[in-house]
């Protein structure tokens, strides 16, 4: 579990090919990894993944197939920056909001404007995941913690203030551009619930009408 607060950025140094999914090593500053071991779950851009061999400037990662389909880190390039943030501890402030590290899908970007110091961002994504995005709700991108501002039909709107923009890959974003969407996790599960109240109720109507 993560809280969206990023706690530094890492630079991709290598891809290695391994029968059809990936293994990625990052160079990462010396801090981060000071207590960190294998197996530590970590977020990279908002993917939740499994810290493997670990030194004191960096670490792996091995990408599946199924995290190759549904996020952006299969499109990175040696050089890439990206988010990073260690789990987080039962002891943490909770800074941002309650973030799984499980991608949903993308979101595009299809306009950046200036908006007093800060920077107003308008994202596109699709409407099977629009649906969970309200306006002053929580939603993940790339693994930071953001407030939704506006929403209209499956663009929503975001300001990102200036130190957002420095301490994190979302200033490098250009139009056009996609990040890893997680949308809030406990909308995600009242969706799911009230699906299956109305699948109950459903059957319970039928059993009284037979």
């Given at each position: 579990m993560f809280t969206g607060i990023v706690a530094a950025t890492g630079e991709l140094q290598s891809i290695e090919s391994h029968d059809g999914d990936l293994r990625i090593r990052f160079d990462v500053p010396p801090a981060l990894m000071a207590d960190s071991k294998v197996g530590d779950s970590i977020s990279i851009a908002g993917v939740c993944l499994t810290m493997l061999e670990p030194d004191a400037n960096g670490f792996s990662a091995d990408l599946s197939v199924e995290t190759l389909?549904?996020?952006?880190?299969?499109?990175?390039?040696?050089?890439?920056?990206?988010?990073?943030?260690?789990?987080?501890?039962?002891?943490?402030r909770l800074g941002g909001h309650l973030v799984s590290g499980h991608v949903d899908g993308l979101a595009r970007l299809i306009s950046r404007t200036a908006d007093a110091r800060s920077e107003r961002f308008v994202f596109e994504t699709d409407r099977k995941l629009a649906r969970y995005i309200a306006p002053k709700g929580s939603a993940c991108l790339d693994g930071v913690s953001l407030t939704v501002n506006e929403v209209d039909d499956n663009r929503f709107s975001i300001c990102i203030i200036p130190h957002t923009l420095v301490v994190t890959t979302l200033g490098d974003l250009a139009v056009g551009e996609s990040v890893n969407l997680e949308v809030d996790l406990i909308a995600r599960y009242l969706d799911r619930l009230n699906q299956y109240g109305q699948a109950d109720d459903s059957s319970t109507q039928k059993e009284i009408n037979t």
């Open positions: 389909d549904k996020t952006s880190l299969g499109h990175r390039r040696k050089g890439d920056r990206v988010n990073l943030e260690l789990a987080m501890r039962a002891s943490d």
